[in-house]
């Protein structure tokens, strides 16, 4: 069974850089039918795509976040990372990782982890 | 980018009746659009894709349909489970800019 695990502070500062790890076990970060996935979701909002890493390196980000935003793979660890960079109270959300089957959608999830941006 | 709009916001439903939600993209998605389940505290659950595939699991009271840019989700007979928030989302184009919708709730009539 497939499972994913987000890491990382709970509360980041105004103008710095949330940096989260999603660890996966139960299979391999390096399987070609899968792209490694960050979503997150403001409080009592709905879904946002961040991005997404193919386990060779290439990286799809959205474009409202792309100037912002860098998702890096470890294959060795199984192990894929989420920096969002110059953060504000807006980027406050519960950040989740998540496998996207090519042509399919997300079929597993992380709990995800709540980040607040605050001083 | 495709914006993906759902209605209705609410859906008030009493148990065991039909719930049908609906899905709209801006320009055709042909049938590359999942549908996700979410309640309180929990992660979202893949029900289907391919518009009208069934995930791994699900019961098959959950059906889809649609293509290019309209979209059903209906639940045959709610169960208290299926009482949640539903996303629509979109991945057409491989490798795709991804949207999701804005989610409909389910709630209890």
């Known amino acids: 069974q497939v499972q994913l695990q987000e890491s990382g502070p709970g509360l980041v500062k105004p103008s710095q850089t949330l940096s989260l790890t999603c660890t996966v076990s139960g299979g391999s970060i390096s399987s070609g039918d899968y792209y490694w996935s960050w979503i997150r979701q403001p409080p009592g909002k709905g879904l946002e795509w961040i991005g997404y890493i193919y386990y060779s390196g290439s990286t799809y980000y959205n474009p409202s976040l792309k100037s912002r935003v860098t998702i890096s793979v470890d294959t060795s660890k199984n192990q894929f990372s989420l920096k969002l960079s110059s953060v504000t109270a807006a980027d406050t959300a519960v950040y989740y990782c998540?496998?996207?089957?090519?042509?399919?959608?997300?079929?597993?999830w992380g709990q995800g982890t709540l980040v607040t941006v605050s001083s | 980018e495709i914006v993906m709009t759902q209605s209705p916001a609410t859906l008030s439903v009493s148990p065991g009746e039909r719930a049908t939600l609906s899905c709209r993209a801006s320009?055709?998605?042909?049938?590359?659009l999942a549908w996700y389940q979410q309640k309180p505290g929990q992660a979202p659950r893949l029900l289907i894709y391919g518009a009208s595939t069934r995930a791994t699991g699900i019961p098959a009271r959950f059906s889809g349909s649609g293509s290019g840019t309209e979209f059903t989700l209906t639940i045959s007979s709610l169960q208290s489970e299926d009482f949640a928030v539903y996303y629509c989302q979109q991945y057409n184009n491989w490798p795709p800019v991804l949207t999701f919708g804005g989610g409909t709730k389910v709630e209890i009539k």
């Open positions: 320009q055709s998605v042909s049938s590359n």
């Open positions: 998540a496998r996207l089957k090519i042509y399919s959608g997300f079929d597993y």
